[in-house]
Structure formats: C-alpha cells, structure tokens
C-alpha cells in the first residue's frame, strides 16, 4: 500500500501534524470518489444518497427541510435543490404541512424506500473500501476522527 508521500510525490512536511491533515483531505476526498462511483449505478449523488437515508430514518414522520440541512454530511448542500431532484425521480414527497403552512414537509416514496433496499444489498461493495483495517484498527480510527473534530 504506497504511503502518502508515494500517493502525491511529496517527501516533506512542516511536521507530522501537518502530514496527517494532508493524509485526511486526501483519504477523504479518495473515500469520496469511491462512494461517488459506488453511488453512480444507482442514478444518486452522495448528497441525494444523504437525503434518503434522513428520511428513511425519520420514517414515517416527514421531514422539514431545516432537519434534513441540519443532518446532512455535506452542510454546504442546497438541500431545497436536492429534494426537488429526488422528488422529480419519484424518490420523495414534498407537502404543505398543515401545522404551518409556510413549511414543507418532504417524506421518502416505496420507490425510495426500493432504491435504499437496491443500495443496501450491495453495501458490501463500498464497505469494501475499509477491507485492509481490522476491527479493532476501525475502532481506533473512528475514536481517533471523533477525537480530531473535538
């Protein structure tokens, strides 16, 4: 497995501290890029993906657009842009909600429940992608990242 230094042919850093932001931004943007291809066969973008699965969650409740921007991954998403799209392949529902009507509620169809069911099956093709960790090692990085973002 090339190194860091291998992946984008440098050889020196301020310190190791420096070393292991770099590491991050380019392992996350790697892990990205193959949840991006992984997504594709689907017809979803990951922020798409991210939508599905709020609403899969929240299920049967319906979801205000400010509850899916405040779970989102990625905050710099348009989620009102990404809701119309979904909704336009039938994966979503917006509604007037009755309590306010200057609110949209927005739920998840059995078509969207239908792709997340495709997409979970085949899970193991992107879980993939953390093969070479162990389990322990997966603890300890997920402790590790909780640990820098604190």
């Given at each position: 497995?090339?190194?860091i230094e291998q992946e984008i042919m440098q050889?020196?850093?301020r310190n190791e501290r420096h070393k292991?932001?770099?590491n991050v931004v380019y392992t996350g943007n790697w892990l990205t890029a193959q949840h991006t291809k992984f997504l594709k066969k689907f017809d979803l973008t990951e922020q798409q993906f991210n939508i599905l699965r709020i609403l899969r969650g929240q299920r049967p409740k319906p979801?205000?657009?400010n509850l899916l921007r405040e779970r989102m991954l990625?905050?710099?998403s348009d989620v009102s842009r990404l809701v119309e799209r979904l909704r336009k392949q039938g994966l979503v529902e917006r509604k007037i909600s009755a309590k306010d009507r200057r609110a949209?509620?927005?739920v998840i169809?059995?078509?969207g429940l239908l792709v997340l069911t495709k997409i979970d099956r085949k899970a193991h093709e992107i879980d993939a992608t953390a093969?070479?960790?162990t389990d322990e090692e997966l603890q300890i990085l997920n402790s590790l990242l909780d640990k820098l973002r604190g």
């Open positions: 497995m090339p190194s050889t020196k850093f292991a932001i770099i979801s205000s657009i990625d905050k710099m949209v509620e927005v169809t059995k078509e093969a070479t960790l």
